[in-house]
């Protein structure tokens, strides 16, 4: 008879494994899928990981967009981890992406056509506290009043997606737009664009801020007292407790973090990439930025290569859709699979398969 044991401590070589186990689970699971829809599972597999990168008529093209698909993964992503570790979970970052961006693109636009320096900072402030003050909304609920963080900010996101539906016919949409949704294009706004840093590479504004993220939450989480206070209320609150770690206050700071992230996000894209404020610009990020999270063990590091990976699923499932005539939702399934597998093989980290009679205690 097969079942799980134990394990006395976690297994840190199964800590390591399981990203990689994940993904090849992933990619076999994946193949079965799109050999259903007709497709070789082996040519979709390459579409996706292999010739967005090294493919000769699409890498040119491919490459910096994985720098600008990767960017605001890791930066909602590092946000989110802290708050993960701590075991306060934050699930409506992409509510939080969405008002950043709204807030920010509000700012700019509210100078337009003023050519001056300090626009795009603006912008990039007010795209922070937007995040953060949104975030602020179910850390406050929890903390005076006991409410679920994971239902009032998974909530909040259909909220903040109907508001962005509304300013984009109504407040913020473009006077010269001929009566379509959407504000102006910041493309079209030096000021406020967030253009790219070096020509030909993706490298904007927000990729820098991804990196120095990481940088920051591997220096808060390994060198700092905050850091310290998260990780052992993750791993003991109890003890957490006993070493006049205050929660509540934890909550305010982790869900507040995880915010200003967010709401970064969304302000460098409704700059750069996407350049406008549209119904649909929401492009499921924050969502993603979960499965981000924990593919990368909720490390920076491992979350720098993990939102890597994903953008290359991103940019391979489009050349996929447009080579292979793949469904969207296909890709989507792909990805959602990567969490369901990641999730699944975690169990082994803390249990070991055994075979025989199992004791009862």
């Keep these: 008879m097969i079942h799980l044991e134990k394990r006395p401590t976690p297994s840190r070589m199964w800590t390591f494994i399981t990203p990689v186990a994940a993904v090849l689970a992933t990619m076999i699971a994946g193949g079965i899928l799109f050999s259903f829809l007709g497709k070789d599972p082996f040519e979709v597999i390459r579409t996706i ?46 509510g939080q992406y969405i008002i950043g961006a709204i807030c920010g693109a509000a700012v700019g636009l509210a100078f337009y056509p003023l050519d001056a320096w300090f626009v795009f900072p603006l912008m990039v402030i007010a795209g922070a506290i937007g995040g953060m003050l949104w975030a602020m909304i179910p850390a406050l609920l929890k903390t005076k009043f006991g409410t679920n963080e994971i239902l009032v900010s998974l909530m909040l996101v259909y909220v903040a997606v109907n508001i962005l539906s509304s300013v984009s016919q109504g407040a913020l949409r473009n006077p010269d737009g001929m009566g379509f949704p959407g504000s102006r294009n910041f493309q079209q706004y030096p000021a406020g664009h967030n253009a790219e840093l070096i020509s030909g590479t993706g490298m904007h ?157």
Excluded at 62 to 80: E, F, M, N, T
Excluded at 272 to 289: E, L, M, R, V
Aim: net charge positive; proline share 4%.
């Design 49 to 94: 990981f292999w010739d967005p990168l090294f493919n000769p008529a699409f890498a040119g093209y491919s490459r910096p967009q994985l720098l600008v698909k990767a960017a605001p993964l890791i930066l909602i992503a590092i946000g989110l981890s802290l708050g993960f570790r701590a075991g306060i979970w934050n699930i409506g970052a992409e």
């Design 205 to 361: 504004w927000g990729v820098i801020a991804a990196f120095i993220a990481v940088i920051a939450a591997y220096i808060l989480l390994n060198r700092h007292m905050l850091g310290f206070q998260i990780r052992l209320t993750g791993e003991s609150p109890r003890a957490a407790r006993f070493s006049g770690v205050r929660p509540k206050l934890l909550i305010l700071i982790c869900m507040g973090i995880s915010g200003v992230t967010a709401g970064l996000a969304g302000i460098f894209e409704v700059a750069g990439p996407s350049g406008q404020i549209n119904i649909s610009f929401n492009a499921g990020y924050g969502f993603t930025a979960i499965i981000v999270a924990f593919l990368g063990r909720l490390h920076p590091v491992g979350i720098l290569f993990a939102g890597l990976l994903l953008a290359l699923t991103y940019i391979g499932g489009e050349l996929a859709q447009l080579m292979l005539t793949l469904p969207a939702a296909a890709i989507q399934v792909f990805q959602g699979m990567l969490l369901f597998f990641l999730l699944a093989m975690d169990v082994f980290t803390n249990y070991r398969l055994r075979i025989g009679k199992s004791e009862t205690v």
